[in-house]
């Protein structure tokens, strides 16, 4: 049986949605006339019982474009790229850590590593995708809970894209993938409607944002009423 990839995508984000309530995030759709590469806080928004400012990693985003020139669309097997390799997978911290030269002999799929390294922070230092998701979607619901706990405090949140989201440079944008439930990708934003990814096509690089979630910093900043 053929199974649709996109008919897959569309159902988890439904069952998603409503799990952790749709986003009402206050800006428009984005171009890239608009886009703002170096403010260190973002858009306002609100989700659900919950008021935020998003924190937009200016950083990750330029590591990423980095290290798509850097590879210059050479593949995995291409011994130059050996060593951008092993520093992608050096910095997992999960359970699922190997030698670096394990996982690269091993041909181990290495996008969540390449993430990880480009996002360069604790919260997704994983070999999989699904890790800093299921956190985000844990953190949205428990800030919703009790937004009052959360004033001031950063962390990070699932929300659907939608016309509502204005993504930004250095946001996660995740999606499900076939293989089961714990099968999934994500890429680093780079502009309002791009992407850059590892182990995309055996290589570094960007694709057309058609993801279903984003996974983006914010700072709390209040319940709905305030």
Known sequence: MIIDEKYIRDLIRN????EIGFS?????????????????????????????????????????????TAWAGKKEKDPTVKEKLKSYWANIKDVFKQDPETSISKREPWSAAFVSYVMNDPFFRSSAHITWKNKAEQNTKAVNANPASFVGKETYILLPIDNKVKLERGDNVWAPREGGPNKSHSDVVVSPTEAIGGNVSDTVG??????????????????VED
């Open 15 to 18: 069952s998603l949605i409503k």
């Open 24 to 68: 009402g995030v206050k800006s428009s759709s984005s171009s890239s006339s608009d886009f703002q590469e170096d403010e260190k806080l973002g858009e306002e928004g609100t989700h659900l019982n919950f008021k935020y400012v998003s924190i937009p990693n200016e950083q990750a985003a330029r590591k990423a474009e980095s290290e798509m």
């Open 206 to 223: 960007k694709k057309k944002i058609d993801h279903p979630f984003v996974i983006k910093k914010v700072k709390i900043l209040g319940t």
